[in-house]
């Protein structure tokens, strides 16, 4: 289970931080953390749990998402993107790594 932090990306809190997760979006600082990481992902865009605004900006229509060119834009949230689900493992799982070449 881990927590995914619902601070729109102009720092608004009110929606909190969502609680017990076994699956989610990352975040917009999830991503800007692991970018460089990421491989590329064959969809046009796909959404972050990061809102652009809230209720009290009266931005509460709009998400982050990342382009197909890896830039963090803003999207009404009715927009048809693609999903990157994200999983939090233990920090003392075993990891096996493959060489693809």
């Known amino acids: 289970m881990f927590e995914i932090d619902l601070t729109s990306d102009n720092g608004y809190d ?23 990481l990421l491989q590329p992902y064959n969809t046009k865009a796909w959404w972050l749990a990061t809102p652009h605004g809230t209720l009290f900006t009266e931005t509460f229509n709009n998400a982050c998402y990342v382009s197909n060119m890896g830039m963090v834009e803003h999207a009404n949230i009715r927009e048809i993107l693609g999903l990157r689900p994200v999983l939090k493992f233990k920090p003392d799982a075993e990891v096996i790594y493959f060489d693809r070449s």
Do not use: H, P
């Open 14 to 36: 009110e929606y909190g931080i969502a609680t017990d997760n076994l699956m989610g979006l990352m975040t917009l600082s999830q991503f800007q953390q692991n970018a460089r």
